[in-house]
């Protein structure tokens, strides 16, 4: 677990009126006048608020084709979770159509090719048409409303028409990271049951070009109900083009620019994103059409001050991560913003490839992660400084404890020692930012290194693992949750409801549980510390350790493995490995095992996953019972011997001595 002091340094902030707050609510009744504590207290203890709060953001926020009638249904308790009911609309029609009439000609995307000086405006009037023939080429094709699509694709404007397309026709889009390996990405696709796949010949990258299409080659050989193919072209090279494998743009061309937006319910399924939980295989997270898009518009105008028609939005996350779908797709484009499309990398061709897009492009907001941030602040702060960054606004972080050192060189080197921090804290299940300094617009300090604060109508409780009581004094710590439902949160795993409700909603019943662990100050602001489940977080990217070691277990030399995550300079945290071999293994094979262990990891799931470090070990700590304990690994990989504990409750004491000497002569 990653941990961070609490360091309550008030930093002298240009005061916000409270008028600042109360304008942002124009129209919302008499939550108009209510300033953020006054708010937040109002929906903390009054549901029929909070309903009401919810109803006014709800028509405010959307177009809707049919009304609806019902606000909300939820039970947390049973884990059911269903927003504007008897409501129709189309997300597609609401990120696009909407904004025809007054900002046809305004920019939407703007694509930052990886070589830079290369980029390309879409306005809405273009998205439109390029939504739209994808679309009618879908239909064409035999996809239906209710079908899902797997797309895995760069970043890059055809995976934003794809979505869109997919979102106007009522198709369920699964975006797949294109790092993941070809078993990954069919595990994904069997698992969603995609009939189509949509990809790209080639992906381009800090200079360097990526096969995705051969990648989808190899995992449709195991995906029988793949029927389609659709391959988008990037860099024109010649890929392999079997039966069931279409050109994109040229089909697309052909068909109409203009396809009727169906009217979905609001509960309809707009995505599935696969994400790591800390048991099996994966977990697809469903999100709804309408909750989806209210949590996410309010989120993005409110959590980063976001002015459609003068601001320029610049998440740098890849679209196939939550952060991507959110905040470079449906937040910005449903409020009828402008969003950053970056292909590249933070170090290409050099460390001040963001800094010198901010400038280029005129960026008023970054959002970007802590582990780039770390990498970049290695280098010299002339990489920010010859850059002028005077139309930059707010700086983002999201996906891991931003530690105090990032964030005092976000703030001096790139926000000018002025610009406010937005440290959000959220997950794939949540959709959208659920704590942020940023909700309170008003002049309230913000501190180094913390989230902070709950968004409107958000209720962050701290649990006792130990108990399963609520910790309701400050400061103190605990295992996060969420009493209160938002519109924004997933709603199932793809196929696995019960899974769902076991995973997050029976550990502290009616509460979400979000699998963190938190700590509030004694003002009641809030610092995450870290995972407190078997999910890793390395570069900002979640894993299950249980992935791994099935990775691992699959290859015919090993007997047992277990794997942990140990704080990492660069990349938060890291993966280590401890393998037991089989009896009769010869110790001369053991160099050309580490490598093909890696490979095992990389082919099955990423680059990413690849084990740090890999330790072949005659014994792992386990209870009487055989539960190993992880606790004890954790120390040994963070070389905190001292804080190791009892060990006496172990089958095998011995193990931990011999443990620490293989750890440290493998150092
Ligand atoms: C971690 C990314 C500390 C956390 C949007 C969470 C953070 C996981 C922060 C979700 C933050 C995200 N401070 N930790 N500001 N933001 N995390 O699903 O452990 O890829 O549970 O969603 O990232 O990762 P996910």
Known sequence: MLRCPLQLVRLRLPVRQLSDLTTKFTGL??????????????????????????????????????????????????????????????????????????????TALIWEQDEPGNQVYITYKQLHAEVCRIASLLLQSGLQAGDTAVLYMPTGPPVVYCMLACARIGVAHSVVFAGFSAEALAARIQ????????????????????????????????????????????????????????????????????????????????????????????????????????????????????????????????????????????????????????????????????????????????????????????????????????????????????????????????????????????????????????????GAPILPAMPMRPFYGLEPVLMDPATGAEVTESPAEGHLCMRRPWPGMARSIWGDHKRFAETYYSQFPGLYFTGDGASRDAQGFLHITGRVDDVINVTGHRLGTAEIEDALDSHPAVSETAVIGYPHKLKGEAVYAFVILKDGVSIDRLGDLRRELKRRVRDRIAAYAVPEKLLFTDGLPKTRSGKIMRRILKRIAAEDYDSIGDISTLADPSVVEALKQHHDLYQ
């Open 29 to 106: 009744g008499s939550f108009s006048n209510l300033n953020y504590d006054q708010l937040q207290s109002s929906l903390r203890t009054d549901s029929s608020q909070c309903e009401q709060f919810w109803k006014l953001i709800g028509e405010q926020q959307l177009n809707w084709m049919q009304p609806f009638h019902t606000v909300s249904d939820c039970d947390l308790k049973s884990a059911k979770i269903a927003w504007y009911l008897g409501g129709k609309l189309n997300a597609s029609a609401n990120c696009i159509d909407r904004h025809l009439a007054t900002r046809a000609d305004q």
């Open 191 to 442: 698992d969603v049951g995609a009939k189509v796949v949509i990809t790209t010949d080639q992906a381009i990258r800090g200079g360097k070009t990526v096969e995705l299409k051969r990648t989808v080659d190899a995992a449709v050989k195991s995906c029988p109900m793949v029927e389609r193919v659709f391959v988008s072209t990037r860099t024109g090279a010649s890929v392999p083009m079997g039966s069931i494998d279409v050109p994109l743009e040229k089909n697309a061309a052909a068909c109409s620019a203009d396809c009727a937006a169906e009217p979905m319910d609001s509960e309809q399924p707009l995505f599935v994103l696969y994400t790591s939980g800390s048991t099996g295989k994966p977990k697809g997270l469903v999100h709804s059409t309408a909750g989806y898009l209210v949590y996410t518009s309010l989120t993005h105008q409110h959590v980063f001050d976001y002015r459609p028609g003068q601001d320029i939005f610049g998440c740098v996350a890849d679209v196939g991560w939550i952060t991507g779908h959110s905040y470079v797709v449906y937040g910005p484009l449903a409020n009828g913003g402008t969003t950053l499309l970056f292909e590249s990398t933070p170090a290409y061709p050099d460390v001040g490839r963001y800094w010198e897009t901010a400038e280029r492009l005129g960026l008023t907001h970054i959002y970007l992660s802590p582990t780039s941030l770390r990498m970049l602040l290695r280098y010299s702060t002339d990489f920010v400084t010859k850059y002028d960054l005077s139309r930059l606004r707010v700086l983002g972080c999201v996906g891991e404890p931003l530690n105090h050192e990032a964030w005092e060189w976000y703030h001096r080197w790139v926000g000018g020692g002025h610009r406010d921090i937005a440290d959000t804290w959220w997950q794939t299940e949540t959709g959208g930012v659920c704590i942020a300094p940023r909700p309170s617009a008003e």
